[in-house]
Every structure is written in C-alpha cells, then in structure tokens.
C-alpha cells in the first residue's frame, strides 16, 4: 500500500547529530502516520518518535526526549528524524513505520516498515 525508505544512517561520534530521511511512495502519504523506531542488536524493536499526518500531533520516547526532533514534508513524500545529542545507546538500525490510523508505542501495530538504517554513535 504503501513502500518506504529509509537513508541518511551512518557513524557519528557521541554529541553528534544526524538527520534520518524516509521516503515514501504508493498511498498518498499525507494521510497516513508516521513513526520511527529502533533496534538494537539482541533488543525489542522500541518506539523513538510519531507524528501525526498533519504533523497536529507528535510524540516522543522519554530516552529522546528533547534530543530528536520528528517532522514531515507531506509536498515531499518524506518523514525526517533529526538527531542531536547522541549517545552511543542510540545505537540502533532506525525504521520508519506508517499507520493510516494511529500513533502507536508498539511496533506490532504499525502495518508498513522501511528496511531500516544503521546509525552508529561512537563513544
């Protein structure tokens, strides 16, 4: 229904920033929620950041809190994660999930997943 890419992932040095891009194709985009996630080797899949599809609402993980910043370009097809701040336990593959009807905090309800980028924070 909906196919999504994530890009921007890579090595970054604790305090670092990175901004993370997912592109989106298919369905029109803009009526659909986005969400970011994240896993760690050996770890559950953890809910990082959700935005709403006219960006009315947007939700962070307390461990990002004030740290990552989640957005969207709906004229673009493309949802942001900007990163700042990090920490090596940020340390994850991230992916971008759409649900055309909520924001949830498990990964289990989302529908439709990219194929994730590794960021990698440095200590």
């Known amino acids: 229904q909906v196919q999504l890419v994530e890009s921007g992932g890579g090595l970054v040095q604790a305090e670092g920033s990175l901004r993370l891009s997912c592109a989106a194709s298919?369905?029109?985009?803009?009526?659909?929620?986005v969400g970011w996630f994240r896993q760690a080797p050996g770890k559950e899949r953890e809910f990082v950041a959700g935005?709403?599809?006219?960006?009315?609402?947007?939700n962070y993980a307390n461990a990002v809190q004030g740290r990552f910043t989640i957005s969207r370009d709906n004229a673009k097809n493309t949802a942001y994660l900007q990163m700042n701040s990090l920490k090596p336990e940020d340390t994850a593959v991230y992916y971008c999930?759409?649900?055309?009807?909520?924001?949830?905090?498990?990964?289990?309800?989302?529908?439709?997943w990219g194929q994730g980028t590794q960021v990698t924070v440095s200590s």
């Open positions: 935005v709403s599809w006219k960006s009315a609402s947007r």
């Open positions: 298919g369905r029109t985009f803009e009526s659909y929620n």
């Open positions: 999930a759409a649900d055309p009807y909520k924001i949830g905090s498990h990964y289990s309800q989302w529908p439709y």
